[in-house]
């Protein structure tokens, strides 16, 4: 089974797939993307996605190159090209390939990749017992909420969590927590739900978005707050939500334990209660 791409509406296998030098999303990190996952071969909030993908280039003044029943269009079609059982799928929009000038090109036309990967699902075994995390400073840019291509300083919040050790970056900015490099977080505190509210300073995540209304649905207090990282050791639960990670406890955080040390009765609830939306 192959790993397949789509350029700019031309299906062909991954490993040949290409972009200009010039393209500006190679050149300056001038596109938006999502990344979707499949569960039994159905992409997984696709319409939410999608939205999301609109609102990006639209806050970047970028063109948007198809309709949404065109992007599904694509979509299934390439789940059904590559075949695999679960697949994980990425959409990318650039502003195009253009002479390397930093202003917007005026004549450029987008770039679009799609591609799908198959996707391996984490382990039961992190579910049960949960991760480990470290906390950074936030040094991202002041638009988090855009879901750009330009990803350096996830990408090396993530490196650091590599050589830590650990599962996640937690990031910080003026003492708040804001997110994961990779994920939401969300915290346990007295029997409520408390994560960071929507705005400049995350990107509010399509899965963020399904357990906060399974949790409000199931009578359990939401608090979209900022969370004071001077909190986060007294907290009784800790948890990250997202597309690959969907609702996993963290347990220790910079070698300090979290609660009792084992993923909390609201995160296997919030969980359980996400994998049947799946089904």
Known sequence: MPDVACVNGRFMPLAEATVSVEDRGFQFGDGVYEVIRTYQGRPFELEGHLARLERSAQALN??????????????LEGIKRAGYPEAKIYLQI???????????PANATTTVVITIREFHALSPELQNFGVSAIV???LRWERCDIKSVNLLANVLARQQAKLAGVFETILVKD????????????AVLAGAVITAPEGPHILSGITRGVVLELARKDGIPVQERPIPQSDL?????????????????????????IGTGRPGP?????????????V
């Open 136 to 138: 950074i400073d936030d």
């Open 62 to 75: 970028i063109p948007q190159p198809y309709s949404r029943s065109k992007w599904t269009q694509y979509v």
């Open 233 to 257: 050791f007294r907290v009784d639960e800790l948890f990250l939500t997202g597309t690959t990670v969907e609702v996993i406890g963290v347990v220790k955080v910079n070698d300090k334990a």
């Open 94 to 104: 650039t502003r195009g390939a253009a002479p390397r000038d930093h202003a917007f």
């Open 175 to 186: 003492g708040q927590v804001t997110e994961g490099a990779v994920s939401n977080v969300m």
């Open 266 to 278: 609201i995160t296997h609830r919030l969980a359980s209660l996400f994998r049947r939306t799946t």
